[in-house]
C-alpha cells in the first residue's frame, strides 16, 4: 500500500459545509460505555426526551411548580428573587382533599387599641343584657306563691292603713299566736297570724318578704319555699310560745302574757333570710348573714321585746339548717334548665347530666 492511500485511510472525514472534522464517524468504532458518558453532544440532544429539558429561568418570571399530585393543591409559584425583589413564601400542601392554607397579614399596632375597645365595649354589653332587675320581684307565672302571697299581705296591709281601728285590734287579736289561742285552735292561728306584717306595707320585713322569697322560690320552686316559710314560723313561734306557757304555770310570769299579742311574717321571713344564704356565691352569703344577724341582735339587746328578739334569731338558724334540702333542690333544677335552653353562663351542669352543645361529654356508658 502507499502512502497516500494510508493517508486518506487515515484521515478524518470532514463536514462538507463547515469543513470541521467529523469526530462522531471517526468513533463509530470504538466502544462506548453504558453510562453515556462518550455520548457526543449531538447524539445525547437527539436522544434525550423532551421533558428533561428544562427552559433557562428569566430573571423576574415566576419559577414553574410541580404538581403536587392528584387531589392535592398546587402550591403558589414563588418568583425569583431579582435585584431588589424578595421572594414570596411558598404555601404548603395541607394534604389529599384540603386546602392549602392562606397567609394572613398580621394588623398593624395601631389596630390592637381599637380591638381592646371594641371587645371591652362587647363584654359590657353582654353584662348589661344579664342584667334583669325586674326578676327581683315576684311575678304570676316565675314565682307563683310569691305574687300570691304577696297580693294577701298587700289587702289585710290596706285593712290594717285604712279600716276602724277597734276593727283592726280585733281581727289582731283573734289571729295571735298567743299561748291561750294557740291551746284551743292552734292550726287557725298559726296561719291567720302569718296574713298580717307588723308596721304595714312600708315596713323593712315587707321589702325583704319581696325580694329574699323572690330569690328564693326561683331557685327552688314554690313548694320549698312554702315550706321553709311555714317551717321558721311554725317553729320558732312553738319555740317562744311554748316558754311562756311554761313560765305562768311555775308563776315566774303574770296571767296576761298568756294573751300577749304575737302575729306577722317575720319568723317566716328569718328562716328564708338564712335558706337564701346557702344558695349564695361566698362573697354574697357571709356579709348577708353576718349583716342580718348583726341587726336581729341589735333588737335583742335592746330588749324591748326579748321573746320575739330570741324568736328572730332561731328563725335565722333554722333557716341555715335547710341549707342541705335547699342545695340539693337546686342542683335537681339546674339539668332541667340546662335541657329547656342550653347551658347558661356560670351554670354547670349536675354530675351525670347530659349537656346538648358542642364539647360537652355525655354520661359514662350513654350512646353518643
Do not use: K
Request: glycine fraction near 10%; charged fraction near 15%; include cysteine.
Amino acid at each position: 500500500m502507499d502512502r497516500s492511500t494510508t493517508a486518506r485511510a487515515d484521515a478524518v472525514p470532514a463536514d462538507p459545509e463547515t469543513g470541521a472534522p467529523l469526530l462522531d464517524d471517526l468513533l463509530d468504532g470504538m466502544p462506548r460505555q453504558r453510562d453515556g458518558s462518550l455520548t457526543t453532544p449531538r447524539h445525547a440532544a437527539a436522544e434525550a426526551p423532551a421533558s428533561a429539558v428544562a427552559p433557562e429561568p428569566v430573571t423576574g418570571a415566576a419559577a414553574p411548580v410541580a404538581s403536587p399530585g392528584p387531589g392535592r393543591v398546587a402550591a403558589a409559584p414563588v418568583a425569583s428573587r431579582g435585584p431588589g425583589r424578595v421572594a414570596a413564601a411558598p404555601v404548603a400542601s395541607r394534604g389529599p382533599g384540603r386546602a392549602a392554607a392562606v397567609p394572613v397579614a398580621s394588623p398593624g399596632p395601631a389596630a390592637a387599641p381599637a380591638a381592646a375597645r371594641v371587645s371591652a365595649l362587647g363584654a359590657l354589653a353582654g353584662r348589661l343584657r344579664t342584667l334583669r332587675p325586674w326578676r327581683l320581684f315576684p311575678t304570676p307565672l316565675g314565682t307563683p306563691f310569691t305574687f300570691g302571697y304577696a297580693a294577701v299581705l298587700a289587702v289585710t296591709s290596706a285593712v290594717t292603713e285604712y279600716a276602724d281601728p277597734t276593727l283592726v285590734h280585733a281581727l289582731h287579736q283573734a289571729s295571735s299566736t298567743d299561748v291561750a289561742h294557740l291551746a284551743q285552735h292552734p292550726v287557725l292561728v298559726l296561719v291567720a297570724s302569718a296574713l298580717w306584717i307588723v308596721g304595714g306595707i312600708t315596713s323593712p320585713y315587707a321589702v325583704a318578704f319581696l325580694v329574699v322569697l323572690t330569690a328564693l322560690e326561683r331557685r327552688t320552686g314554690g313548694l320549698r319555699t312554702a315550706g321553709v316559710f311555714l317551717l321558721g314560723h311554725v317553729v320558732a313561734t312553738l319555740a317562744t310560745e311554748v316558754p311562756v306557757g311554761l313560765a305562768v304555770l311555775v308563776g315566774h310570769l303574770p296571767d296576761s302574757s298568756l294573751h300577749r299579742l304575737d302575729y306577722g311574717i317575720s319568723f317566716g321571713v328569718a328562716t328564708s333570710v338564712g335558706a337564701l344564704a346557702g344558695l349564695l356565691s361566698p362573697w354574697l352569703r357571709w356579709p348577708l348573714l353576718i349583716g342580718f344577724a348583726a341587726m336581729l341582735v341589735g333588737d335583742l339587746l335592746a330588749f324591748t321585746d326579748p321573746m320575739t328578739g330570741w324568736g328572730h334569731l332561731m328563725s335565722l338558724t333554722i333557716g341555715i339548717s335547710t341549707w342541705p334540702l335547699v342545695r340539693r333542690r337546686q342542683a335537681a333544677r339546674v339539668p332541667s334548665s340546662v335541657s329547656r335552653s342550653g347551658p347558661r353562663r356560670g351554670v354547670v351542669p349536675a354530675q351525670g347530666c347530659r349537656a346538648d352543645g358542642p364539647g360537652r361529654r355525655s354520661p359514662r356508658g350513654a350512646r353518643s
